[in-house]
């Protein structure tokens, strides 16, 4: 009885130790879990998506890392390269290789130049063309304002130009170019083909026409009278009319325009043009100098000629 006693009295000592032990250790480790929970666990826990949401997108995480690791290494060691050029090489095959030009717009300018840039891309696939490239070529030549660059399927590539439009000759050390209204140089002319437009001379006078345009759309009774101009000093104009007389302009863009105006009246109330005049000299506001073919020189004021003003030739 004693010997059962002990143990059931052992036995339930053991039992209460264990369960005091279980509880602490039970107590212990939630304990320990509160404080092992970090930041990343609470705001995991805040985040409105389960547990097997979260699992499933950190797995395509993973699978677009590894996806875009490959992708760079492909990209680094010319894969796409390797299959565009195969690609171009299949579809040339195929019949779709550039085998004609059309070349469309060209109408002043010399077409040589446009065909040999264009025939540069014959026997090239249709899919290897680079149109920006051959664009960028074209607006190299003078004459070309802008180009468009096509495909037509299956082989011809189609070249649409633009022109620039010559305003003018520009005449400069010894040299005759066409120029456009903002001064490109479009090509080289001969004196025996100058074409019917205005004869501009001097250094930077080719970038001066624009100017120049302006200054006589003030006067639009002399424009189709004007038979060059002068850029004197890089700083004012000296115009030649068809009639042979020649009007020196002051300097600056409004007593320019101011002045041709007021040559403008005089020519329209006493006909001055065509009546022998060497030159008008209007560079002085205040003054209206007249070099007759005798070489006399007669001054009036700029708001008083009037054909006795003129003189008598000799």
Known sequence: MAEARIRRGGTARLGSTRVSVGGRAARGGRGRALKRRSWLDRLIELLPVSEATLQRMASWAIVAIVGGLVIG??????VPGMMKQQAAEIAARAGFEVDKVEVRGVERMDELPVYNIALGQVDRSMLSLDLPKVREEMLKLGWVKDARISRRLPDTLVVDIVERDPVAVWQHEGQLHLIDVNGVVLQAVSTSAMPDLPLVVGPNANRQTAGLNKLMENAPALKPMLAGATWVGNRRWDLRFQSGETLSLPEGEKDSASALVNFARMD???????????????????????????GRVEEKPADDARPADVGEEG
């Open 73 to 78: 290494i492909a990209v680094f060691a010319g």
């Open 268 to 294: 329209g109330v006493n006909r001055l043009l065509g009546r022998g005049i060497v030159k008008f000299d209007m560079r002085d506001p205040d003054r209206f100098v007249l070099r007759l073919p005798q």
